[in-house]
């Protein structure tokens, strides 16, 4: 499995980098920088935090509107943007096995559904995983073993909103867990546990400059109910005055100091 990381070149980010390295001569720093900017400043539904939208599909699943009980073939469709493939899950497949992308991949799907008011059903995330309901409904109980909620259409309806698993892990962090340790534990790769860390940063900066919720999920490229979360479990910490927090608001100012 050490050979997978090659395949991470054969990206459509990838592909604008070496496109503009080439043709105007620029340095690979120069170009990356060129790429931070273009996904800072344009539409973030493009470059979702998986990577270019190259990767996602659209798929019609029910909306989370519609009440239990309802049947199915009455109920409001909405068309919601999947990422089949992430360029973390190579990660995973490389740290912890067939399994553990299944369940990952799972998850994904979910909470992307869920971010753009859709719900999938047990029977759909089998479809989509070409497995069983029975295997999807052991990973969904497993997952909440750890405390993380797969937003499915028979959770919310029973029960009502979940929190995502960004959240959860940014929560760990927050309570003094190294990334290692959160990555382990979730069974998700280092660079995506250190990419929802990235996102808290700006989300709070943002925040304190000003900017309204709609306008930070514009900016970081995440949904506006993530970004809901992330300042309602910054509010909890910055009540108790934690000093893991008051290190991260130093940093990630000093850090956008730094780019202007």
Not at 17 to 45: M, N, Q
Not at 122 to 138: C, F, K
């Amino acid at each position: 499995m050490k050979d997978v990381h090659r395949l991470d070149v054969k990206s459509a980010e990838q592909n604008f980098l070496s496109e503009i390295e080439y043709d105007f001569e620029l340095a690979p720093g120069v170009t990356r920088s060129i790429l931070e900017s273009v996904k800072y400043h344009f539409d973030p539904e493009y470059f979702h935090d998986n990577g270019l939208s190259k990767n996602r599909v659209p798929i019609d699943l029910v909306s989370s509107d519609e009440p239990a009980g309802k049947p199915l073939i009455k109920c409001k469709l909405v068309t919601v943007w999947i990422t089949l493939v992430s360029k973390t899950d190579l990660d995973v497949l490389s740290e912890y096995g067939v399994a553990a992308l299944r369940k990952a991949k799972m998850l994904r799907y979910a909470e992307e559904a869920y971010d753009q008011d859709a719900l999938f059903t047990h029977e759909d995330l089998a479809s989509l995983l070409t497995v069983s309901e029975r295997t999807i409904q052991r990973d969904v109980k497993e997952y909440e073993a750890q405390g993380i909620v797969v937003p499915t259409r028979g959770y919310i309806k029973d029960i009502g909103s979940a929190v995502s698993h960004k959240t959860k892990a940014v929560k760990l962090l927050l309570q003094g867990s190294q990334p290692s340790e959160v990555a382990r534990r979730m069974h998700h790769s280092i660079r995506s546990i250190e990419r929802y860390l990235q996102s808290f940063e700006r989300v709070v900066y943002l925040n304190e400059k000003g900017l309204s919720n709609a306008e930070i999920r514009y900016s970081v490229g995440i949904s506006e109910r993530l970004v809901e979360e992330y300042m309602q479990l910054y509010n909890r910490f910055k009540d108790k005055g934690s000093p893991i927090l008051n290190e991260i608001k130093s940093e990630v100012k000093t850090s956008f100091e730094k780019k202007r």
